[in-house]
T-cell receptor
Framework: EAGVAQSPRYKIIEKRQSVAFWCNPI?????LYWYQQILGQGPKLLIQ????????DSQLPKDRFSAERLKGVDSTLKIQPAKLEDSAVYLC???????????????FGPGTRLTVT | DAKTTQPPSMDCAEGRAANLPCNHS???????VYWYRQIHSQGPQYIIH???NNETNEMASLIITEDRKSSTLILPHATLRDTAVYYC??????????FGTGTSLTVIP
C-alpha cells in the first residue's frame, strides 16, 4: 500500500515569511497527526485530526501555526510568520480511526525539513 | 512528557542480538509499552507494542518485566540497516505518543 506522502521535502525561507506543508495520509486512515521534530529531539505532536475535526491542538502555537483537513483526507500545515526557532522537520502521520487506531501503530511520512534563516 | 528512561547510545556487532533497555517505573496499569525507531532522514517506524506479556513479531521481541517497570527490545540478528534511534513510549491507547530522545543504536560491521 502507498505510504504517507508529504511535500515539499525541503524548504528554506527567511524569518517572517510564510510557508505551507502538505500531507496525504494512507487511504482509509481517519486520524492524521502533525509533529514537529527539532534536531536531536524526538517528535512532538502539534495537532491531531479525526476525519476533518480537531481532536487535540494543545501544543500548536496558534498565534503563528494553523492546520486544516477540510475534506477529511489531505491536510495542510501553515506557519505565518516563521521564526528562527521553527527550523525543524515537520512530520505527518496517519492511523486508523478510533477505536481500532488507538491500539496500534501510526504510519509516518518522510517529513519536510524547514530551515528558517 | 516522556515517562521512560533510555540510554542515549549503544553499539552492537552485526549479526549479534541487540538488547535495548527501557525503564518505565511509573507506568500505570492501562498503559502499553510501544517501540518505534527512526532511521536517519526518515519518519519513525512502528516496531512492536505490548501490555504485560512478552511479544514477538517479524521485526523484534519485546520482553516486559513482571512488575512492568522496565522492558527490553530485542533485535535478534542486528544488521547495518538497524542503525537508528529507538524510542520507547508508554501510552494509554487513544492518547498521545510522547517521544523522548531515544537510544541511538549503531550496528558495527
Amino acid at each position: 500500500e502507498a505510504g504517507v506522502a508529504q511535500s515539499p521535502r525541503y524548504k528554506i525561507i527567511e524569518k517572517r515569511q510564510s510557508v505551507a506543508f502538505w500531507c496525504n495520509p494512507i487511504s482509509g486512515h481517519a486520524t492524521l497527526y502533525w509533529y514537529q521534530q527539532i534536531l536531536g529531539q524526538g517528535p512532538k505532536l502539534l495537532i491531531q485530526f479525526q476525519n476533518n475535526g480537531v481532536v487535540d491542538d494543545s501544543q500548536l502555537p496558534k498565534d503563528r501555526f494553523s492546520a486544516e483537513r477540510l475534506k477529511g483526507v489531505d491536510s495542510t500545515l501553515k506557519i505565518q510568520p516563521a521564526k528562527l526557532e521553527d527550523s525543524a522537520v515537520y512530520l505527518c502521520a496517519s492511523s486508523l480511526g478510533l477505536p481500532q487506531g488507538a491500539w496500534g501503530e501510526q504510519y509516518f511520512g518522510p517529513g519536510t525539513r524547514l530551515t528558517v534563516t | 512528557d516522556a515517562k521512560t528512561t533510555q540510554p542515549p547510545s549503544m553499539d552492537c556487532a552485526e549479526g549479534r542480538a541487540a538488547n535495548l533497555p527501557c525503564n518505565h517505573s511509573t507506568i500505570s496499569g492501562n498503559e502499553y509499552v510501544y517501540w518505534y525507531r527512526q532511521i536517519h532522514s526518515q519518519g519513525p517506524q512502528y516496531i512492536i507494542h505490548g501490555l504485560k506479556n512478552n511479544e514477538t513479531n517479524e521485526m523484534a521481541s519485546l520482553i516486559i518485566t513482571e512488575d512492568r517497570k522496565s522492558s527490553t527490545l530485542i533485535l535478534p540478528h542486528a544488521t547495518l540497516r538497524d542503525t537508528a534511534v529507538y524510542y520507547c513510549i508508554v501510552r494509554v491507547p487513544g492518547n498521545q505518543f510522547y517521544f523522548g530522545t531515544g537510544t541511538s543504536l549503531t550496528v558495527i560491521p
